[in-house]
């Protein structure tokens, strides 16, 4: 039987060393296994991984909306 090579790269949060499983992509989302960050490979050789991105939608939440309609109130 065959055994499995896990990969492993370093956590860009806490450096301890994260599985990123048999055959890496970049792209795929690995969580540091130490401090449970969400993690991105962003390249294969060697392997580096990043912060997940994740975009912040809150911008134009209603409390967003009720600051503009405050500001545009007090526009001469």
């Not at 450096?15 to 989302?29: A, E, K, M, N, S």
Request: charged letters at 25%.
């Amino acid at each position: 039987m065959k055994s499995k090579k896990n990969t492993v790269a370093a956590c860009p949060s806490c450096g301890g060393r994260t599985l990123v499983g048999d055959h890496p992509q970049i792209g795929q989302f690995v969580n540091c296994r130490f401090c449970g960050e969400e993690l991105e490979i962003i390249k294969l050789n060697p392997i580096i991984l990043d912060w997940l991105y994740v975009p912040n939608d809150d911008i134009y939440s209603k409390e967003y909306e009720d600051e503009l309609s405050l500001a545009n109130k007090w526009e001469y």
